[in-house]
Structure formats: structure tokens, C-alpha cells
């Protein structure tokens, strides 16, 4: 659990984790980047008077480091051999969450993680959306994950900690996504399981909200140089560069929306010539125009 301005929830997220039942020994690692809120005041008092207080590991930043170095921070002092992520304005729902998520995890080494539905709602927790899309209720692979970009709700996703586990250097660029890049990480090693029978977790969308605080041109800015770096970190993935070309399509048309042109001009142009150079993309580049023509016509 990272930790940033989050006094008004953070208190919702650890009581999430410390009614967990479990048979096994669980660590919370809670990260504070250096917050100049009142964060670090209630951490410390669920550790001094909460009964599984204990189960708390606090971390406070001498200085603010980022979320992506915060994360990978986190990642990196996790001890267990299962990992599960909350972010601290998110929060669970089902106290034998962790329970049922590791019990399938150790009969099924074929998958490397599990997720669950999730939840969303507003900053002071009134749900607005009951579930992730229908469609993305399902197991993924490597190929599919990064073609169809669903949503795995971090907040839901248990995962096994492998004793070589070390994500590539290019993970400290990333921007804000760094569950994009960790799931792409894992899935080398194991496909992903879909667990219906979990109660959801909640994801919160508030102002400050390092994702959802972005509007669908700057959430494609930051998926665009997450995927650049996964090319990087794995150039052999030629899905990878498919969705690349998806994604810019999708900059150059909210590009437009935004009249931003001369971002729409250099993302338009460099797809067209994939194009010429790559007929396998024009049915994509095509499909974009509809949308495209019905913003210029007014329509």
C-alpha cells in the first residue's frame, strides 16, 4: 500500500486488509511518500490501537520519491510469497478475500495471479459502477492481456512472488500505470484467473486520484509511453507494438477533440505511414475515421 494526501481514506483501506481471516501470516506494507497531510498520524495510530496492528510495516519517505519509486519500493521489501496490492484511497470488501485467492493460487501453479470484480465509487464512497465489463470477466494470457488492454482492477489482484522476481530497469520510468507494466511482468510466467466467487473491492475516484483524475487523451499520453517501455523491456513481443498503433490512434483522435493539431498531425502521420509500410493496420486506421469524421462534421 502506497501512500500519498490520502487522510481521508487511508483509514478505510488498512481496516480492509486487517479483517482479512486467514491461516497464514500476513505483513502490510504501507509506504508514505513523504505526505504532508495528516496520512502518517493515522497509520501510526491503527498500529498503536488496532488489535492486528502488528501486522502493519511503516514506511515513511525522508523525501517524496514518486508513486512509481514508491511502488517499486513496496514491491521490493514485500517478504511473502504471495503479494496483493491496495492502493490506500481503494479499499476490500471480503474478509476471506486473501484466504480463497492463495488457497487457489497453491493449487494452480499454472496462473501466477488472481483478480476479482470490482466496485467503483465517489470520494466519500457512494458506488457508481457495480462491475467491470462482462467481456473482461475471464482468465488472460500475455498476447491477450496486452492486445485488449482490459481493466484488472488492482485492488483485486493477488500474485505470486517468484524467487527470481526482479521487474526490468525500464519500470522506473513509468509515469503513473505501473500496474499496466507489473502485469505484463507477471504474465511471462503464468496466465491470470478470474475469480467470480470474491466480493469486490472498491475503486475510488476522487480529484486527486493519481488515474482517474486524467480525461482519455492524457490516460492515452501515459498508456502510450508505459507501452513504449514495455518495448523495450520485451522487444521479442510483437503484440506489443500492435497496441502501440492502436494506442496512437487513440492520441491522435482525442488529439483532435482537444485541438491539440500538432500532436494529431504527428500521431495521424506516423500511423499512416505504418500503414504504407504495414497493410495489416489499415482495417484499425480506417475504423478510427468514423468517429474522427463525425467530430469534424459537427455531427
Not at 1 to 26: C, H, N, P, R, S
Not at 210 to 237: C, D, G, I, Q, V
Not at 262 to 267: D, L, N, R
Request: proline letters at 4%.
Amino acid at each position: 500500500m502506497i501512500a500519498f494526501k490520502v487522510e481521508k481514506y487511508i483509514q478505510k483501506a488498512i481496516e480492509g486488509v486487517l479483517m482479512q481471516e486467514v491461516d497464514f501470516e500476513i505483513e502490510l506494507i504501507i509506504s508514505n511518500d513523504n505526505s504532508p497531510d495528516k496520512t502518517g498520524e493515522i497509520v501510526e495510530k491503527i498500529i498503536e490501537t488496532h488489535p492486528r496492528g502488528s501486522w502493519i510495516k511503516y514506511k515513511k519517505q525522508e523525501k517524496n520519491i514518486g508513486s512509481t519509486l514508491n511502488y517499486l519500493w513496496v514491491l521490493e521489501n514485500c517478504t511473502g510469497n504471495y503479494v496483493s496490492i491496495c492502493d490506500s484511497d481503494d479499499f476490500w470488501s471480503d474478509p476471506n478475500k486473501l484466504q480463497n485467492q492463495v488457497d487457489f493460487l497453491e493449487g494452480h501453479p499454472e496462473y501466477i495471479a488472481s483478480f476479482h470484480n470490482r466496485y467503483m465509487c465517489d470520494e466519500n464512497g457512494n458506488v457508481t459502477s457495480t462491475s467491470i465489463d462482462e467481456n473482461q470477466k475471464r482468465n488472460w494470457n500475455f498476447e491477450e492481456l496486452i492486445l485488449r488492454m482490459p481493466e484488472i482492477p488492482s485492488a483485486s489482484v493477488v500474485f505470486r512472488k517468484r524467487e527470481d522476481f526482479n521487474l526490468p530497469e525500464e519500470f522506473r520510468k513509468v509515469v503513473v500505470n505501473g500496474d499496466t507494466f507489473l502485469w505484463t511482468y507477471l504474465l511471462q510466467f503464468g496466465d491470470f484467473y478470474y475469480d467470480s466467487t470474491i466480493l469486490p473491492s472498491y475503486y475510488r475516484q476522487h480529484s486527486n486520484g493519481l488515474w482517474s483524475s486524467n480525461n482519455s487523451f492524457k490516460k492515452s499520453k501515459l498508456s502510450y509511453n508505459t507501452y513504449l517501455l514495455l518495448k523495450e523491456s520485451f522487444p521479442e513481443r510483437k503484440s506489443i507494438n500492435d497496441q502501440l498503433f492502436e494506442i496512437k490512434n487513440n492520441l491522435f483522435y482525442y488529439a483532435f477533440k482537444e485541438r491539440e493539431f500538432k500532436i494529431f498531425g504527428k500521431y495521424y502521420f506516423s500511423n499512416l505511414f505504418t500503414c504504407i509500410i504495414r497493410p495489416k493496420y489499415l482495417k484499425s486506421f480506417f475504423r478510427i475515421h468514423k468517429p474522427l469524421l463525425s467530430r469534424l462534421s459537427g455531427k
